[in-house]
């Protein structure tokens, strides 16, 4: 009962408006297809019975939920809605169960007065689980938007900033118009604010003396413009979430890498500010995995070119390494050089070769990480590939690198030549060819008297 008192104000407008997806340049939004497909015609009878087979999985995905067969029939505005939004919209009513029927008849009323433009599934749960928790009534959840608005935020960011940070309805108007006037003062603008609040709804719940305004001294500090620093946040609000004396860790790190002077170049082509944050994303790329802090900048130091690669690429490999390698991500401490190389062209045949050589008793010892890894091609080849024919063919299949076909091209054009210069000369003599005499013959040098008495000093000796 307690659920479906919030079933039709949940499918009308929670699914309805999830569907409003605001616009910003810096979102990355990944389209499956480039064009649009045209219309397909269905006969009436497919129509019908693809109809009957959608109410059928409509009946079931309700009475997983406890609602009778005969809801359908009553509330047949449904049938419009995805099977995927409506099973969302189900599990997070849900989730309220025990919240009682006041409860949701007050707040059903109290969303539809507030008119929030995007009321996604996420937004209502957080804003319910919120409310509830700290006893707050619709009309104190309508001051508390008034406010959002007052400093210039639209109504999308409204929606973003209670779906991601609910904690902002607990605020005080005061505490909220502090951390606006804050970011003001590094002369950011008022659109800018707007799109910083919606990147990074949780800007609005930092506290000002202890952690924005150090921050700031921070950064200017280390000797950032206010220029630098704006144009650096709107681009990465982000950067507003590191610790007080994180990015100054960072930029010593930077500044004592030992690498080759191409690299540290290309470190420090986009700035020192878009490096150390740079680094901040690998630092807690890695940690997410099991290390700590300390163990993520050595193997950063150790190995530069870390900074360089895409933090996806790095997940990758960690992946690679934990679930099909079977090595402990600790093993990174010892063996940092496994991050710079190339996933596809140097891990995946290595992995390849050794494992086909252990399924077949090949290898007289465990072959570890640091013998997989810190070998040079060359000697890798020579000890792992070159000795088993069938290593080639998994090598060079997996490597997508060319230098053992490579190889075998070199050695039979050379086969191929040298064939032909045999006939050729096979066609003009019957003895060896013409002038090979030549090349056995050792070259002469002039010798000087300065030479000959050197000679002769020596075999007097």
Not at 207 to 233: A, P, W, Y
Not at 297 to 319: F, N, T, W
Not at 359 to 368: A, D, H, N
Request: glycine share 4%.
């Amino acid at each position: 009962m307690d659920i479906r008192v919030l079933m039709r104000f949940s499918f009308r407008r929670v699914i309805l408006n999830s569907n409003q997806i605001p616009t910003y340049t810096r979102e990355k939004i990944r389209y499956f297809s480039q064009t649009s497909n045209p219309p397909i015609t269905s006969s009436p009878d497919f129509v019908e019975g693809s109809q009957h087979r959608r109410e059928v999985l409509i009946v079931s995905l309700l009475k997983r939920y406890d609602f009778p067969h005969e809801f359908l029939g009553k509330s047949r505005f449904i049938l419009k809605f995805s099977l995927e939004d409506m099973e969302k919209s189900l599990g997070i009513l849900s989730s309220f169960k025990s919240v009682g029927v006041d409860f949701l008849k007050k707040w059903e009323m109290g969303f539809s007065e507030l008119r929030i433009c995007s009321g996604s599934p996420m937004l209502i749960q957080s804003v319910l689980e919120h409310c509830k928790r700290f006893q707050i009534e619709p009309i104190d959840l309508s001051k508390r938007l008034g406010v959002l608005k007052d400093i210039g935020l639209r109504d999308e960011t409204i929606a973003k900033v209670l779906e991601d940070f609910s904690g902002i309805i607990s605020l005080k108007a005061n505490d909220v118009s502090n951390r606006i006037e804050v970011l003001k003062k590094i002369v950011i603008r008022r659109d800018e604010i707007n799109e910083i609040c919606y990147l990074y709804p949780r800007v609005l719940g930092l506290c000002v003396e202890d952690r924005m305004k150090r921050l700031f001294n921070e950064f200017e500090d280390m000797g950032f413009t206010s220029d630098e620093t704006r144009r650096q946040i709107t681009i990465n609000p982000q950067i507003l979430a590191v610790e007080i004396g994180e990015m100054s860790c960072y930029m010593e790190l930077i500044r004592d890498l030992k690498c080759r002077l191409a690299i540290k170049e290309k470190i420090l082509s986009t700035g020192l500010f878009k490096a150390c944050f740079e680094v901040k994303l690998r630092v807690d790329c890695l940690c997410k995995h099991g290390l700590i802090r300390r163990e993520a900048l050595k193997i950063l130091q150790a190995e530069p070119r870390l900074i360089l690669y895409d933090v996806e690429d790095i997940e990758k490999k960690m992946e690679f390494l934990q679930n099909k390698m079977g090595f402990s991500i600790r093993c990174l401490i010892e063996v940092p050089e496994y991050l710079g190389v190339n996933l596809k062209k140097q891990i995946v045949p290595r992995y390849n070769v050794i494992e086909y050589l252990r399924s077949i008793g090949g290898l007289r010892c465990e072959v570890g990480l640091r013998d997989m890894i810190k070998l040079s091609r060359v000697r890798f080849y020579n000890l792992y590939v070159k000795p088993y024919p069938d290593c080639e063919t998994i090598y060079a299949r997996f490597s997508g690198d060319t230098e053992v076909e490579n190889r075998r091209r070199a050695c039979g054009s050379i086969c191929r030549r040298f064939s032909r210069d045999i006939e050729v000369a096979n066609e003009n003599s019957v003895g060896h060819p013409v002038g090979l005499w030549k090349l056995f013959k050792p070259h002469s040098y002039t010798q000087t008297e300065e030479d000959l008495k050197n000679t002769m000093l020596l075999m007097k000796m």
